[in-house]
């Protein structure tokens, strides 16, 4: 156990999940503890991060009952805490770096969190169901692990774990990008969608429709969208497919291959909180006879023939060839849904069927899927060349890769904080990093203004705001809100007066926003 | 005694017709799976004959399901034909136009002028036939007393021309009765009959055994002035004036036709051609007779119908202007064929058979549109209802009369839609039930195609087309297949709207550019009713083909509109044929002979066509009061009707749109609501913002977009207030500046800022004010904020 701490130790990012109803008895602490990252922490350092973590809520509770701590900056660690339900904390500890000292942004660890949970619970329900269904939390325990591993392996770049910072000011987690479509092609995705949801025969169906990695419809309630459209962006999208077979490639050299600290980690890791788990709760595997499944798991998903994705991490149907349909849980109503999608091209269609609506199992639901590439896949049939029609129409108008660049500007668009839009990021990285370090502060400001602004009027949080900042480098570094609506605006030309960059600010806001920001 | 005699008759149809039963129930059974109209269609007619010559022995004989028609020859039979009731694809209707005069000398009938002609010794009496009515009164005319072949009065209606013999053609002037007698040259050649037309050169076209003479009457000098002649041998000849078609036929069997069209644009020629005898053997040579040969107008297009006796089939040809093309032919199940064209339906009546089968030849399908049926009786008095009639004894009871011979000997079938029993003089016009017809048919869409192109009775087909769409909603039928279904509706609305003349589109425009929500509506109708008055004349003359006035607009609306290829599928033809300055100047754009196009002119007086605003009206709005729980079926089949709009580029006005969101909201379908709004599938109406508004009380989303659609729009005034409501009183005073928006009270502004209780932003306002409008400081709303203010400020001092 002690021997990987010294590689977990220099990675500088601690992460941990724990329930304050469990565990209050002195001498079983330790049962509150449902996630740690690193696992092969001794549990001493773990009960001593989670110690502070809870002191530092109870702490603040006294004085915001509603909202505790959000944030602890030491001099070297930054804590971003997360109550994810109620009770249940996610806090993440990073190390400052030297180089970035103020400029870990916190909002963006925020949002990591946040997603992380959205997607947890988007497969496997809340964690506090789950808890009351298994009091022991082994079941939780089980699951937590293998998802959050597989979750954060995405920032896996090389050895080390990348988590957002300052680079990331110009993007935003946990919202949607939506590709803009016009009217015609609209209606034909309309059409397509109808046409889908009542294909599949039963009434409360909904879908999902992505472009590439842009959304394009949804009929689903804002949240599930989020977190359906993030879980499509990282494992179902053409793009996601291809680049998981290309990484499943390098994880498969490393794994094989000499010991890489960083993903020995990941993966080292795994089988030593397996050890811890497993060996406290004997009993998991019998209860439940099925295994851990690991939805974020890499590159397990691939194109059946049939057009629709598959995935061998739910295991195949008994006696059949057919991989198992995930059921995904919408927030909301707390409806279970079968998950099938479909891909043409560059057409994602994600179909969600209710797991009440359909009676024998997968057998109905490959009925199902029969209907729905009778109705508007099959290419052969001339009435359904609809999705032939709208992937046409799509990438027609589609402008590629930069598609969304305004030369010049280098810019993020948030739309009531779940649509988001904003400059390549292969642009935003041609900036400065002064730039990018002030936008970085600028934005952290905007924020707490925000939550300034909610916390003293609840009625109308979003009031209008307009900060304009001259960097170090002499980049105009521009922010402002207007009815929910945020732009972030870097300007890199030096020398340039604020009524320039005033102008410049009016001109894409006309331009590209109709006028939302536009200063009268 | 009734049921006994009925179930003896039952078992000895099945004993005597058990060979034919077998072969259509075999062959029912054989196709079972793909159930179709008309399938077996032989064997079904064997299996009937072989019944109905059964019942022809039986003293009372009822199948109700044939429903076979009165079998004129025997008085005993009845028919499952009970009055009004009678389901049939096509009826007569009772009572008949009468014809019957004494000292009639036999009927005639003037196709150019739809009139029915019966001259006694020294008068002619005529009856309109158009429009149709048993009650019609007769006009009478004086013409000398002689011999009549056949009789026909001019197209201006001014003088009469009748013909004597062989050799000698009367004319009589109405007014004046002026008289005066054409007579054949040369002792050697006769004249087979002749006809009036309205080609530019000559008014009166003779058809002699030597050819055609095309003459010009002149009333003034007593005479007839020859223009030219067409020389040709001729056997007999067959004329329609709906297609201002001659055809002669020569050669020893007759089948060698030669046709010209002498139509107000000129006369054409048509090449030779010979019609397809089928031989039984090597030296029987069939010869063609006058009565095998029927011209038809359908859809403007001309074609002739040929009866090949020996292979039992009636070939069809179609004419273009330079070619005669062979199109297929249709199944002959009698001897005796006649045809009608009832609203550019072929009947093709096979008169032995005592069925009727109908065509749509709109596209090249020779399948014919409903199972054989006899043609009904309706309207009958109400002592006839209600009961299978005994035609031949309660009828010849009632009315004395043979009325209800249905296809008896005497029956003579006059173009296009007409039937004259000569024995009775009575005259029936042809009538379509559409609604059987449709009820017949299972795949909506083609049957709404089939609905959309009927022109006669447009308003009657418009609502059985709207039934039609409803109850197929109704049925949750699948979303792709009630798509097809609007697709056709909006494309033949779209096709109505493009052939209308300009002056309708910029009315639609109007009408949808209108805001208020009836107020459109009700001056449209307004409008098209005005329209059909006005064009009640013209399309009363263009069904009954039309004359010089209504063609003049013809090639008129042809020249006009030859660039834009209004005609599809023979445009491209037309595109070529077009180099020749000379066509279009004949306004035939397209290469195809055109009898008339008043059809395209029909369309835009009476087209069942069905309008947006109707399709909401009549359809979603019904629809969505009947279905009940969730309504993205009802939602999906809207946004397949914006599709099938858009992509024809009609404009849907915005109650559809209020109505989809209404739907959304209902059942909280916000996701999907906004995103139509942002996509602008629901395009940004003041409508529709304020329908969003209205929604807004329930998700704050929909608030944000109905805002951001009233600044899209400029609607100012709308924006300004909103923003005030919400408290934004100070961004809407920017933009009040900005866009000087003045129309706002100023009072609204300043109480949101009394609200905010901040002295500040109160005075801003107040100062703002007094800036912005000019003697805002002398009204006492000032006055009263001026204080207000002050004491604020007092407040705060202290």
Known sequence: MGMASVNTASEGMQLCIFDLRRGQQEGQELDKILFFFPADLPFATQLSVIGLSEGLITFTRIFSPDAACEVIEAERHSHVFFEAESDIWMVMVVEKSKESKAACQVDALRKVLKEVHSLFVLFHGTMRSMLEKETSGGLIRSHLYPFITDYLSDFLIGKKLQLPSFHDCLMERGTVQMLTVGREAAIEVQSLVKVLECSAGTTSCYSLVLFQDLLVSTTLSPDDTISLFTYAVLRLTPHALSSGATSWSYLQRTNAGSQVPALSTITNSGSVSDNIYRSRDTSLDQDNNCQVKRPLHHNRWFRGNDGFLASDIWGADNGSQTSVTPIVYLQLTEERMYLCAYQYKSLTIILLVPVSSILNGEQGLSLVKQQVLENVCVLSVPASLKMLRVEEKLSKGWGGENAYHVSGYRYLLVDDERVSRASPPAKVMTLAKDSLLAMSKLREEVNLEKKAKCSSSEVNCDKELEICVRAKNGAWVIARTSRGKELYMVLEKASETLLYASDAVEKFSNRYCSGVFSLD | ?798
């Open chain 2, 1 to 798: 005694m009734k049921e006994r005699n009925t179930t003896s008759t039952l078992k000895r149809i099945l004993v005597n017709c058990s060979s034919q039963a077998k072969e259509y129930g075999g062959c029912v059974a054989k196709k079972v799976p793909e159930v179709e109209r008309d399938m077996c269609l032989k064997e079904f007619l064997a299996l009937k004959n072989c019944m109905q010559n059964v019942c022809l022995t039986s003293v009372f004989c009822y199948i109700k399901n044939f429903s076979m028609s009165a079998n004129a020859s025997s008085s005993q039979l009845t028919v499952g034909l009970s009055g009004s009731g009678g389901l049939s694809h096509a009826y007569v209707q009772y009572p008949p136009l009468k014809c019957n005069l004494p000292g009639s000398r036999g009927l005639y009938y003037d196709d150019a002028n739809k009139l029915l002609l019966s001259p006694t010794s020294d008068q002619v009496f005529s009856w309109k036939t158009v429009p149709f009515s048993p009650h019609v009164a007769a006009t009478a005319d004086y013409i000398n007393e002689g011999p009549v072949l056949s009789i026909r009065y001019s197209l201006d209606a001014k003088s009469i021309a009748v013909h004597r013999s062989n050799q000698e053609i009367q004319f009589f002037q109405r007014e004046t009765r002026e008289t005066f007698t054409h007579m054949c040259k040369s002792e050697s050649e006769s004249i087979l009959g002749f006809f009036w037309t309205d080609c530019p050169v000559c008014d009166l076209v003779v058809v002699k055994t030597s050819g055609l003479d095309l003459l010009t009457v002149s009333f003034t000098s007593k005479s007839v002035n020859l223009v030219e002649t067409k020389k040709l041998s001729v056997n007999w000849y067959v004329y329609t004036h709906g297609s201002r078609l001659v055809l002669l036929a020569s050669g020893m069997q007759c089948k060698t036709l030669t046709g010209f069209q002498l139509s107000s644009v000129g006369i054409v020629r048509l090449p030779r051609f010979e019609m397809v005898m089928a031989k039984s053997d090597a030296n029987s040579k069939p010869v063609l007779a006058a009565e095998d040969v029927f011209i038809i107008t359908v859809y403007g297009r001309i074609y002739c119908l040929q009866i090949d006796r020996v292979a039992m089939q009636l070939h069809s040809y179609r004419f273009y202007r330079d070619a005669v093309v062979q199109q297929g032919s249709l199944p002959m199940f009698s001897s005796k064929i006649s045809v009608s064209v009832v609203d550019n339906v072929l009947l093709v009546h096979q008169v032995d058979a005592r069925v009727s089968i109908l065509y749509d030849i709109f596209e090249d399908s020779r399948a014919p549109i409903s199972a054989p049926l006899p043609l009904l009786l309706r309207g009958l008095p109400q002592s006839h209802t209600g009961r299978p009639v005994n035609v031949g004894e309660s009828l010849d009871r009632n009315s004395s009369n043979h009325e209800l011979m249905f296809y008896g000997d005497d029956w003579t079938f006059l173009v296009p839609d007409l039937i004259c029993d000569v024995a009775s003089k009575s005259v029936w016009k042809i009538h379509l039930d559409l609604e059987v017809i449709s009820s017949s048919s299972s795949e909506v869409p083609s049957n709404l195609e089939f609905l959309q192109r009927r022109k006669l009775e447009a308003s009657k087909t418009k609502q059985l087309c709207l039934a039609i769409t409803r109850a197929f909603i109704l049925e949750r039928r699948p979303v792709t297949m009630v798509a097809k279904a609007i697709d056709v509706l909006v494309s033949s609305y779209s096709h109505s709207v493009k052939t209308c003349s300009n002056l309708k589109e910029t009315k639609v425009d109007e009408a949808s550019a209108s805001v208020g929500t009836n107020a459109s509506n009700s001056s449209r109708s307004a409008k098209d009713e005005s329209r059909v008055g006005v064009g009640d004349k013209s399309f009363n003359l263009s069904a009954s083909d039309s004359d010089d006035q209504s063609r003049e607009i013809d090639s008129r609306d042809l020249q006009k509109s030859g660039k834009e290829n209004l005609l599809g599928a023979e445009s491209s033809r037309g595109e070529v044929q077009s180099s020749s300055l000379h066509t279009q100047q004949l306004g035939l754009g397209n290469n195809q002979l055109n009898a008339n196009n008043s059809e395209r002119q029909d369309s835009q007086l009476t087209s069942p066509a069905i309008s947006p605003d109707e399709m909401y009206s009549c359809v979603f709005v019904p629809v969505g009061e009947e279905i009940v729980g969730d309504p993205s079926y009802l939602v999906a089949i809207i946004v397949e009707f914006l599709r099938s709009t858009n992509s024809e580029k009609i404009k849907v006005r915005p109650n559809i749109y209020v109505f989809t969101i209404q739907l959304l909201v209902r059942y909280e379908r916000f996701a999907e609501l906004s995103l139509l709004i942002i996509n602008k599938v629901l395009e940004p109406s003041k409508e529709v913002a304020m329908q969003l508004l209205e929604s807004g009380h329930q998700n704050p989303q929909m608030r944000k977009l109905a805002l951001d659609m009233l600044r899209q729009l400029s609607l100012h005034h709308d924006y300004v207030t909103l923003l005030v409501q919400d408290g934004c009183y100070l961004e809407a005073l920017r933009y009040a500046r900005k866009h000087k928006v003045t129309s706002v009270r100023p009072s609204l502004f300043l109480e949101a800022a009394l609200a905010s209780k901040d002295s500040q932003h109160l005075a801003a306002v107040l100062r703002f004010f007094s800036d912005f409008i000019a003697g805002f400081r002398n009204t006492p709303e000032y006055q009263d904020y001026f204080r207000i203010l002050n004491e604020m400020n007092t407040g705060l001092a202290v």
